[in-house]
Protein backbone atom coordinates (compact mmCIF):
# COMPACT_ATOMS: atom_id res chain seq x y z
CA UNK A 1 0.00 0.00 0.00
CA UNK A 2 2.64 2.47 0.66
CA UNK A 3 4.17 2.06 -2.38
CA UNK A 4 1.31 2.14 -3.89
CA UNK A 5 1.00 5.49 -2.59
CA UNK A 6 4.23 6.76 -3.21
CA UNK A 7 3.61 5.10 -6.87
CA UNK A 8 0.28 7.63 -7.13
CA UNK A 9 1.86 10.55 -5.49
CA UNK A 10 4.76 10.90 -7.46
CA UNK A 11 1.98 10.60 -10.63
CA UNK A 12 0.41 12.96 -9.20
CA UNK A 13 3.40 15.30 -9.07
CA UNK A 14 4.39 14.50 -12.72
CA UNK A 15 1.06 15.70 -14.36
CA UNK A 16 0.92 18.90 -11.83
CA UNK A 17 4.64 19.38 -13.14
CA UNK A 18 3.34 18.90 -16.92
CA UNK A 19 0.77 21.56 -16.57
CA UNK A 20 2.91 23.82 -14.49
CA UNK A 21 5.42 23.82 -17.46
CA UNK A 22 2.67 23.87 -19.60
CA UNK A 23 1.85 27.00 -18.47
CA UNK A 24 4.46 29.00 -18.03
CA UNK A 25 6.32 28.19 -21.80
CA UNK A 26 3.03 28.78 -23.69
CA UNK A 27 2.92 32.19 -21.88
CA UNK A 28 6.51 33.00 -23.52
CA UNK A 29 6.01 31.39 -26.88
CA UNK A 30 7.35 33.42 -29.85
CA UNK A 31 4.28 32.05 -32.19
CA UNK A 32 1.61 32.38 -29.90
CA UNK A 33 -0.51 35.72 -29.90
CA UNK A 34 0.70 38.27 -27.73
CA UNK A 35 -1.34 39.17 -24.36
CA UNK A 36 -0.59 35.88 -23.15
CA UNK A 37 -2.99 33.64 -25.68
CA UNK A 38 -3.53 30.64 -26.38
CA UNK A 39 -3.58 30.77 -30.23
CA UNK A 40 -0.57 29.21 -31.71
CA UNK A 41 0.25 30.75 -35.13
CA UNK A 42 3.16 28.78 -37.50
CA UNK A 43 5.89 30.36 -38.51
CA UNK A 44 5.62 32.52 -42.45
CA UNK A 45 6.60 30.24 -45.14
CA UNK A 46 8.89 30.64 -47.73
CA UNK A 47 6.62 31.04 -50.18
CA UNK A 48 5.16 33.91 -48.19
CA UNK A 49 8.51 35.53 -47.60
CA UNK A 50 9.04 35.01 -52.07
CA UNK A 51 5.49 37.11 -52.21
CA UNK A 52 6.37 39.88 -50.12
CA UNK A 53 9.54 40.27 -51.74
CA UNK A 54 8.18 40.39 -54.88
CA UNK A 55 5.70 43.39 -54.24
CA UNK A 56 8.70 45.04 -52.84
CA UNK A 57 10.05 44.70 -55.75
CA UNK A 58 7.45 45.44 -57.90
CA UNK A 59 6.52 48.72 -56.00
CA UNK A 60 10.16 49.87 -56.46
CA UNK A 61 10.00 49.36 -59.90
CA UNK A 62 7.32 51.44 -60.36
CA UNK A 63 9.00 54.49 -57.82
CA UNK A 64 12.15 54.52 -60.03
CA UNK A 65 9.52 54.54 -63.72
CA UNK A 66 7.66 57.61 -61.79
CA UNK A 67 11.47 59.26 -60.79
CA UNK A 68 12.34 58.72 -64.55
CA UNK A 69 9.03 59.98 -65.49
CA UNK A 70 9.65 63.16 -62.90
CA UNK A 71 12.53 64.00 -64.47
CA UNK A 72 11.49 63.73 -68.40
CA UNK A 73 8.75 66.10 -67.33
CA UNK A 74 11.13 68.51 -65.78
CA UNK A 75 13.75 68.48 -68.87
CA UNK A 76 10.28 69.04 -70.78
CA UNK A 77 9.09 71.61 -68.65
CA UNK A 78 12.72 73.51 -68.67
CA UNK A 79 12.72 73.44 -72.75
CA UNK A 80 8.80 74.93 -72.71
CA UNK A 81 9.61 77.71 -70.98
CA UNK A 82 12.70 78.48 -72.71
CA UNK A 83 10.76 78.55 -75.96
CA UNK A 84 8.38 80.56 -74.50
CA UNK A 85 10.60 82.78 -73.58
CA UNK A 86 12.32 83.09 -76.82
CA UNK A 87 8.46 83.58 -78.62
CA UNK A 88 8.32 86.50 -75.77
CA UNK A 89 11.44 88.07 -76.95
CA UNK A 90 10.57 87.95 -80.85
CA UNK A 91 6.86 89.24 -79.65
CA UNK A 92 8.83 91.93 -77.99
CA UNK A 93 10.90 92.43 -81.09
CA UNK A 94 8.18 92.36 -83.33
CA UNK A 95 6.11 95.02 -81.11
CA UNK A 96 9.37 97.67 -81.29
CA UNK A 97 9.46 97.31 -84.59
CA UNK A 98 5.89 98.13 -85.32
CA UNK A 99 6.59 100.98 -82.87
CA UNK A 100 9.35 102.14 -84.64
CA UNK A 101 7.67 101.75 -88.22
CA UNK A 102 4.28 103.54 -87.10
CA UNK A 103 6.83 106.64 -85.88
CA UNK A 104 8.58 106.47 -88.99
CA UNK A 105 5.17 106.39 -90.57
CA UNK A 106 3.67 109.68 -88.97
CA UNK A 107 6.85 111.92 -88.81
CA UNK A 108 6.48 110.90 -92.87
CA UNK A 109 3.22 112.19 -93.05
CA UNK A 110 3.89 115.34 -90.64
CA UNK A 111 6.70 116.20 -93.52
CA UNK A 112 4.20 115.12 -96.47
CA UNK A 113 1.43 117.52 -95.48
CA UNK A 114 4.44 120.50 -94.62
CA UNK A 115 5.54 120.19 -98.10
CA UNK A 116 2.20 119.90 -99.00
CA UNK A 117 0.81 123.28 -97.78
CA UNK A 118 4.17 125.15 -98.53
CA UNK A 119 3.56 124.06 -102.17
CA UNK A 120 0.10 125.25 -101.85
CA UNK A 121 1.32 128.64 -99.84
CA UNK A 122 3.70 129.02 -102.99
CA UNK A 123 1.12 128.42 -105.26
CA UNK A 124 -1.53 130.75 -103.99
CA UNK A 125 1.31 133.79 -103.65
CA UNK A 126 2.43 132.83 -107.61
CA UNK A 127 -1.35 133.41 -108.82
CA UNK A 128 -1.89 136.15 -106.70
CA UNK A 129 1.15 137.58 -108.33
CA UNK A 130 0.36 136.17 -111.86
CA UNK A 131 -3.03 138.14 -111.75
CA UNK A 132 -1.61 141.48 -110.33
CA UNK A 133 -0.86 144.76 -112.10
CA UNK A 134 2.75 145.65 -111.74
CA UNK A 135 3.73 148.76 -110.78
CA UNK A 136 6.92 150.75 -110.91
CA UNK A 137 9.49 149.66 -108.42
CA UNK A 138 10.56 153.22 -107.64
CA UNK A 139 7.09 153.70 -106.33
CA UNK A 140 7.21 150.91 -103.55
CA UNK A 141 10.81 152.51 -102.49
CA UNK A 142 9.31 155.93 -102.26
CA UNK A 143 6.22 155.21 -100.20
CA UNK A 144 8.05 152.84 -97.36
CA UNK A 145 9.78 156.27 -96.64
CA UNK A 146 6.39 157.32 -95.11
CA UNK A 147 5.66 154.30 -92.68
CA UNK A 148 5.71 155.00 -89.57
CA UNK A 149 6.54 151.79 -87.53
CA UNK A 150 7.52 152.61 -83.97
CA UNK A 151 10.93 150.91 -84.22
CA UNK A 152 9.69 147.47 -86.33
CA UNK A 153 12.65 147.01 -88.92
CA UNK A 154 11.84 147.24 -92.84
CA UNK A 155 14.18 146.14 -95.03
CA UNK A 156 14.36 146.18 -99.25
CA UNK A 157 14.68 142.89 -100.51
CA UNK A 158 14.99 143.28 -104.30
CA UNK A 159 11.70 144.62 -105.41
CA UNK A 160 9.60 144.18 -102.03
CA UNK A 161 9.77 145.72 -98.62
CA UNK A 162 9.98 143.55 -95.55
CA UNK A 163 8.61 144.41 -92.04
CA UNK A 164 10.01 141.93 -89.50
CA UNK A 165 7.96 141.36 -86.81
CA UNK A 166 9.51 139.35 -84.11
CA UNK A 167 8.04 136.27 -82.62
CA UNK A 168 8.62 136.38 -79.32
CA UNK A 169 6.59 139.65 -79.31
CA UNK A 170 3.41 138.36 -80.65
CA UNK A 171 3.26 134.57 -79.42
CA UNK A 172 4.03 132.63 -76.33
CA UNK A 173 7.54 130.60 -77.61
CA UNK A 174 6.51 127.43 -79.62
CA UNK A 175 2.79 127.99 -80.14
CA UNK A 176 0.30 129.37 -82.50
CA UNK A 177 -1.72 131.59 -80.20
CA UNK A 178 -1.31 135.27 -79.65
CA UNK A 179 -0.28 137.08 -76.18
CA UNK A 180 -2.88 139.61 -75.33
CA UNK A 181 -0.08 141.91 -75.64
CA UNK A 182 0.03 141.19 -80.03
CA UNK A 183 -2.62 143.51 -80.80
CA UNK A 184 -0.64 146.48 -79.63
CA UNK A 185 2.05 145.80 -82.54
CA UNK A 186 -0.36 144.08 -84.79
CA UNK A 187 -3.14 147.30 -85.02
CA UNK A 188 -0.56 150.44 -85.45
CA UNK A 189 1.28 148.21 -88.01
CA UNK A 190 -1.93 147.46 -89.45
CA UNK A 191 -3.13 150.88 -90.09
CA UNK A 192 0.03 152.00 -91.42
CA UNK A 193 0.00 149.15 -94.00
CA UNK A 194 -3.93 150.37 -94.99
CA UNK A 195 -2.68 153.75 -95.03
CA UNK A 196 0.36 153.70 -97.35
CA UNK A 197 0.21 150.02 -99.24
CA UNK A 198 -4.13 150.29 -99.44
CA UNK A 199 -3.49 147.98 -102.39
CA UNK A 200 -0.25 146.02 -102.34
CA UNK A 201 -0.10 142.78 -101.83
CA UNK A 202 1.26 141.62 -98.73
CA UNK A 203 2.44 138.55 -97.76
CA UNK A 204 2.70 136.95 -94.46
CA UNK A 205 5.27 134.83 -94.32
CA UNK A 206 6.44 132.51 -90.75
CA UNK A 207 10.16 131.91 -89.69
CA UNK A 208 11.46 129.61 -86.71
CA UNK A 209 14.43 128.40 -85.26
CA UNK A 210 15.98 124.97 -85.78
CA UNK A 211 15.26 123.83 -82.30
CA UNK A 212 13.19 120.39 -81.57
CA UNK A 213 9.06 120.38 -81.39
CA UNK A 214 8.48 119.33 -78.10
CA UNK A 215 4.74 118.80 -76.77
CA UNK A 216 1.80 121.53 -77.79
CA UNK A 217 0.10 121.03 -81.03
CA UNK A 218 2.60 121.94 -83.95
CA UNK A 219 4.74 118.43 -84.56
CA UNK A 220 6.81 120.15 -86.85
CA UNK A 221 8.48 123.95 -88.08
CA UNK A 222 6.48 124.59 -90.66
CA UNK A 223 3.29 123.25 -88.80
CA UNK A 224 4.32 125.99 -85.64
CA UNK A 225 4.85 128.68 -88.95
CA UNK A 226 1.73 127.81 -90.70
CA UNK A 227 -0.13 128.71 -87.19
CA UNK A 228 1.48 131.52 -86.85
CA UNK A 229 0.87 132.91 -90.06
CA UNK A 230 -2.82 132.19 -90.22
CA UNK A 231 -3.11 133.86 -86.41
CA UNK A 232 -1.52 137.07 -87.73
CA UNK A 233 -3.75 136.84 -90.85
CA UNK A 234 -6.98 136.39 -88.57
CA UNK A 235 -5.94 138.92 -86.69
CA UNK A 236 -5.39 141.43 -89.68
CA UNK A 237 -8.39 140.49 -91.54
CA UNK A 238 -10.76 140.29 -88.65
CA UNK A 239 -9.86 143.04 -86.16
CA UNK A 240 -7.90 145.30 -87.72
CA UNK A 241 -9.77 145.89 -91.18
CA UNK A 242 -7.21 144.88 -94.31
CA UNK A 243 -8.83 143.40 -96.99
CA UNK A 244 -8.93 139.64 -96.72
CA UNK A 245 -7.81 139.69 -100.73
CA UNK A 246 -4.85 141.66 -100.18
CA UNK A 247 -2.99 139.26 -98.12
CA UNK A 248 -1.72 135.83 -98.16
CA UNK A 249 0.41 133.43 -95.99
CA UNK A 250 3.75 131.43 -96.67
CA UNK A 251 4.77 129.14 -93.80
CA UNK A 252 8.97 129.09 -93.85
CA UNK A 253 9.52 126.83 -90.99
CA UNK A 254 13.35 126.93 -89.95
CA UNK A 255 14.41 127.93 -93.54
CA UNK A 256 16.12 131.23 -94.51
CA UNK A 257 17.76 131.97 -90.99
CA UNK A 258 18.61 135.47 -90.59
CA UNK A 259 21.29 134.68 -87.97
CA UNK A 260 23.41 131.56 -86.39
CA UNK A 261 21.25 128.96 -84.52
CA UNK A 262 23.46 128.16 -82.15
CA UNK A 263 23.48 131.16 -80.08
CA UNK A 264 19.68 132.51 -77.93
CA UNK A 265 19.82 135.64 -80.03
CA UNK A 266 20.56 134.20 -82.80
CA UNK A 267 17.60 131.64 -82.11
CA UNK A 268 15.67 134.76 -81.36
CA UNK A 269 16.06 136.80 -84.48
CA UNK A 270 14.84 133.65 -86.63
CA UNK A 271 12.07 133.43 -84.78
CA UNK A 272 9.93 135.88 -86.79
CA UNK A 273 6.67 136.90 -88.96
CA UNK A 274 7.55 138.58 -91.91
CA UNK A 275 4.79 141.59 -93.87
CA UNK A 276 6.62 141.11 -97.64
CA UNK A 277 5.20 143.94 -99.16
CA UNK A 278 5.08 143.22 -103.08
CA UNK A 279 5.11 145.58 -105.80
CA UNK A 280 1.75 144.05 -107.49
CA UNK A 281 -1.29 145.12 -106.78
CA UNK A 282 -5.15 143.82 -106.33
Known sequence: MNVFRQRSDMAFLAVALVWTCVAVGCSQNPYLAGGGTSVWQPPPSTTAVNGIQAQVAELNRRVQLLDDNNRQLTTQLAQSEQQSQVYRDELNLVRKQLSD??????????????????????????????????????????????????????????????????????????????????????????????????????GIEGYTDNAPMYGGAAGSAHQLTSAQTGAVLDWLTRRSGMPAQQLFTVAQGSNNPRQDNTTPAGRA??????????????
Do not use: C, H, W
Not at 145 to 172: H, Y
Not at 183 to 194: E, F, K, M, V
Not at 271 to 281: C, D, F, G, Q
Open 101 to 202: TTQQYESARIVAQDAQSQARSFQASAQMRGGATIRANTNLNQMAGRLNLGGLKVEQDGEVLRVILPSDQLFAQGTGQLQPSAGSILDPTAAQLRSVFPRQRI
Open 269 to 282: ANRRVELVIYPESF
